[in-house]
């Protein structure tokens, strides 16, 4: 990525293709040029202008212009932003006059955001929550975008770094005043506070990745073996003809996905191969894929119908747990008379027959296995995989803390887990460290 930050960087910030308006943003430090670019008079900070905007003597269109004097804009540079007229011929005319001037430049993916962390202004788990409510498609995963957006996740990780920080600093005086003994009573305070950290953080940690599945949806696989009616099922659910169906066993052989909103939970639904012995070759591939799909799956939803229902036990070695199993094809009522023992729930995608009932279990399972009582989780893999480093460094200085070990150690333990927390929100300046220590201590007398 160019990471040039004396260029004046701009792009649309609406979506491309005909619209009403299109929005283009500047922000660097040549935006107080661009008034006289595109010729017209510029306008006080934060006060919406209609402006003629003109290129080489031509209009290029007639836009509400804004200005925000950096620091106190989004990125916090100067910042203007173009609120065109949605035309191509619009934006293409704004762009020529743009990037013909020196210093300025096309911006690289999210490079707003990026200076707006490298800015401050704000932190980096605060832009992946402006990322993931753009990305946001069901009102769960809107209700913890916004959540991280508005920094509540950046609050709770300070209130950790900051615990950490008050025992570092302990710590570190000690060892700036050799003679000092670190008194019992003074450990027994650290002892309990480290374990208190400690256990949140675990609290925190052990979440069964709900925020995590929240954000990219939770992936359902829809498996069983041929023509018991997956694909006629994932239709039902979807709405849609998605996937082909057939009396023709064998016939869905490529994994079909499609996107379903449960009750504000999002959900990726695969249709996919019936898995059977088989001889052809593209048959196998797909049977290869399906297995392959159901096992890295957040949930499996096995299907079967009368012909097949003894078949369950072949799939036991994908079926975890919680998986649910249907039995599709309850209007063959002369086949089940016979079969009826299995005690899973009998549907009929043909007739609709507990059809109902099965999408109120799936939502039920969604909910569980993404909804927390907490709106603040861990969103992302690498929150996760820093806070486990983090408790590491915890654990390690709690057991330096409890054997009298050199001080230096424990301090270094506790630095590398308040390290671990910054690499998290992008603040990983320690050095405010020592702020600590001079501001809570006066041992230096
Ligand atoms: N009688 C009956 N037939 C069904 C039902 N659901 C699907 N089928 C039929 O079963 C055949 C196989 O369906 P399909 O969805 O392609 O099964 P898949 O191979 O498991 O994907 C098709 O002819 C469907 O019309 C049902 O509830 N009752
Ligand atoms: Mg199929």
């Given at each position: 990525?160019?990471?040039?930050?004396?260029?004046?960087?701009?792009?649309?910030?609406?979506?491309?293709?005909?619209?009403?308006?299109?929005?283009?943003?500047?922000?660097?430090?040549?935006?107080?040029?661009?008034?006289?670019?595109?010729?017209?008079?510029?306008?006080?900070?934060?006060?919406?202008?209609?402006?003629?905007?003109?290129?080489?003597?031509?209009?290029?269109?007639?836009?509400?212009?804004?200005?925000?004097?950096?620091?106190?804009?989004?990125?916090?540079?100067?910042?203007?932003?173009?609120?065109?007229?949605?035309?191509?011929?619009?934006?293409e005319?704004?762009?020529?006059?743009?990037?013909?001037?020196?210093?300025?430049?096309?911006?690289?993916?999210?490079?707003?955001s990026?200076?707006?962390?490298m800015?401050?202004?704000?932190?980096?788990?605060?832009?992946?929550?402006?990322?993931?409510?753009?990305?946001?498609?069901?009102?769960?995963?809107?209700?913890?975008?916004?959540?991280?957006?508005?920094?509540?996740?950046r609050?709770?990780?300070?209130?950790?770094?900051?615990?950490?920080?008050?025992?570092?600093?302990?710590?570190?005086?000690?060892?700036?005043?050799?003679?000092?003994?670190?008194?019992?009573?003074?450990?027994?305070?650290?002892?309990?506070?480290?374990?208190?950290?400690?256990?949140?953080?675990?609290?925190?940690?052990?979440?069964?990745?709900?925020?995590?599945?929240?954000?990219?949806?939770?992936?359902?696989?829809?498996?069983?073996?041929?023509?018991?009616?997956?694909?006629?099922?994932?239709?039902?659910?979807?709405?849609?003809?998605?996937?082909?169906?057939?009396?023709?066993?064998?016939?869905?052989?490529?994994?079909?996905?499609?996107?379903?909103?449960?009750?504000?939970?999002p959900v990726?639904?695969?249709?996919?191969?019936?898995?059977?012995?088989?001889?052809?070759?593209?048959?196998?591939?797909?049977?290869?894929?399906?297995?392959?799909?159901a096992?890295?799956?957040?949930?499996?939803v096995?299907?079967?119908?009368?012909?097949?229902?003894?078949?369950?036990?072949?799939?036991?070695?994908?079926?975890?747990?919680?998986?649910?199993?249907l039995?599709?094809?309850?209007?063959?009522?002369?086949?089940?008379?016979?079969?009826?023992?299995?005690?899973?729930?009998?549907?009929?995608?043909?007739?609709?027959?507990?059809?109902?009932?099965?999408l109120?279990?799936?939502?039920?399972?969604?909910?569980?296995?993404?909804?927390?009582?907490?709106?603040?989780?861990i969103?992302?893999?690498?929150?996760?995989?820093?806070?486990?480093?983090?408790?590491?460094?915890l654990?390690?200085?709690?057991?330096?803390?409890?054997?009298?070990?050199?001080?230096?150690?424990?301090?270094?333990?506790?630095?590398?887990?308040?390290?671990?927390?910054?690499?998290?929100?992008?603040?990983?300046?320690?050095?405010?460290?020592?702020?600590?220590?001079?501001?809570?201590?006066?041992?230096?007398?």
């Amino acid at each position: 990525m160019v990471n040039n930050y004396d260029d004046t960087i701009f792009s649309l910030a609406t979506a491309v293709g005909r619209a009403a308006t299109a929005m283009v943003r500047i922000s660097g430090p040549r935006v107080n040029d661009v008034p006289e670019l595109l010729g017209f008079a510029r306008p006080e900070p934060k006060i919406a202008s209609l402006r003629t905007l003109k290129h080489q003597k031509k209009k290029l269109d007639q836009s509400i212009v804004l200005f925000f004097s950096g620091p106190e804009s989004y990125t916090g540079e100067d910042v203007m932003e173009l609120h065109l007229h949605g035309g191509r011929a619009v934006i293409e005319g704004v762009y020529s006059a743009l990037s013909a001037q020196e210093g300025f430049r096309f911006a690289e993916n999210g490079e707003f955001s990026k200076r707006a962390v490298m800015n401050g202004r704000i932190d980096l788990t605060e832009a992946e929550g402006i990322n993931d409510l753009i990305n946001a498609e069901t009102e769960a995963q809107r209700d913890q975008g916004l959540n991280q957006l508005e920094g509540a996740l950046r609050l709770q990780l300070e209130k950790w770094s900051k615990d950490l920080k008050r025992f570092g600093a302990y710590i570190e005086a000690y060892i700036d005043f050799p003679d000092e003994e670190v008194p019992e009573n003074v450990l027994n305070d650290l002892l309990q506070g480290v374990e208190a950290t400690n256990k949140e953080l675990k609290e925190f940690v052990d979440d069964d990745r709900k925020g995590e599945i929240l954000r990219s949806g939770l992936k359902v696989a829809v498996i069983g073996p041929p023509n018991v009616g997956k694909s006629s099922f994932v239709n039902w659910l979807t709405k849609r003809d998605i996937a082909i169906t057939s009396e023709k066993a064998g016939t869905t052989r490529d994994i079909v996905e499609a996107h379903l909103d449960l009750g504000g939970y999002p959900v990726t639904v695969a249709d996919t191969a019936g898995i059977r012995a088989s001889e052809d070759t593209i048959e196998q591939e797909g049977i290869r894929r399906a297995r392959g799909w159901a096992e890295s799956a957040d949930l499996r939803v096995l299907v079967l119908d009368p012909e097949t229902i003894e078949n369950a036990n072949q799939f036991g070695d994908l079926l975890k747990s919680d998986d649910p199993v249907l039995i599709n094809k309850a209007d063959q009522a002369a086949t089940f008379k016979k079969k009826m023992a299995a005690g899973y729930p009998l549907v009929s995608v043909k007739t609709g027959y507990g059809l109902e009932r099965a999408l109120s279990e799936l939502t039920t399972i969604a909910k569980k296995k993404m909804g927390t009582q907490r709106l603040t989780t861990i969103t992302q893999a690498r929150h996760r995989a820093r806070l486990n480093d983090c408790l590491v460094a915890l654990k390690k200085a709690h057991f330096g803390l409890q054997n009298h070990a050199d001080l230096e150690l424990i301090a270094e333990d506790f630095r590398s887990a308040i390290y671990c927390i910054g690499r998290i929100t992008g603040h990983i300046d320690i050095e405010d460290l020592l702020d600590v220590v001079f501001k809570e201590f006066c041992i230096g007398k």
